[in-house]
């Protein structure tokens, strides 16, 4: 028989499962820093999230939603950080792979070539856009219309709302890379640039 408990909230959301071992991505992102990054800071986004929402008008909506409907409300402010950091996360997570980085696929190089000329001129486009984001914040391959653009954004703010779609995320909070790297942004930026960028995620969100 099937139990019939009542359950806390009708759909908590929950911290997806990373897409790697915590120890995958060492030595360019450790697992000391996975493990406080995935462990503390992504699960409390997650769980800041579920305790914001319930029993309130967004218990029951998907995340995206949320987002959507949170964005530049000022009495909604942690709703939305704290859904859109959820949301962050899980995306930057899937931008990166074990030995990643080296030729995107034809498809996307191209793409790639069309927008920036070469594709050493979108890496050091993304770099430059890290170092420029003062304070917390993202860094952002996107489609605007059938063109390939960097963006940044502060702190949880996402590009969807600026009607741009998201193909890759880097994390520049300090949080994603002060164990490993201090305060040398660029080195884990570029780092993850060469060894860690996961071209085919962002081909697949580009089609
Ligand atoms: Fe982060």
Redesign the pocket.
């Known amino acids: 028989m099937m139990k019939t408990d009542k359950i806390k909230s009708a759909t908590p959301h929950v911290l997806p499962a990373l897409p790697y071992a915590d120890s995958a991505l060492s030595p360019v992102i450790s697992a000391n820093t996975i493990g406080f990054?995935y462990g503390k800071?992504?699960k409390g986004y997650v769980d800041n999230l579920n305790k914001l929402v319930g029993g309130t008008e967004f218990a029951d909506l998907p995340l995206e939603k949320i987002i959507t409907q949170t964005a530049g409300k000022a009495d909604k402010t942690a709703i939305f950080n704290n859904a859109a950091q959820t949301w962050n996360?899980t995306f930057?997570w899937r931008s990166l792979k074990p030995k990643g980085g080296g030729e995107p696929p034809a498809e996307l190089k191209q793409k790639i070539e069309a927008s920036f000329g070469t594709l050493d001129a979108c890496k050091k486009e993304l770099a430059t856009a890290a170092m420029a984001q003062f304070g917390s914040g993202w860094v952002w391959l996107v489609l605007n219309g059938a063109k390939l653009k960097v963006v940044k954004t502060g702190n949880a703010d996402v590009p969807m709302t600026a009607g741009l779609k998201p193909l890759l995320a880097i994390?520049v909070?300090e949080?994603?890379y002060y164990l490993d790297y201090q305060n040398r942004r660029a080195d884990y930026v570029n780092a993850v640039l060469d060894k860690l960028i996961n071209w085919e995620f962002a081909l697949q969100n580009a089609s």
Do not use: G, V
């Open positions: 990054h800071h992504h996360h930057y994390d909070w949080h994603a």
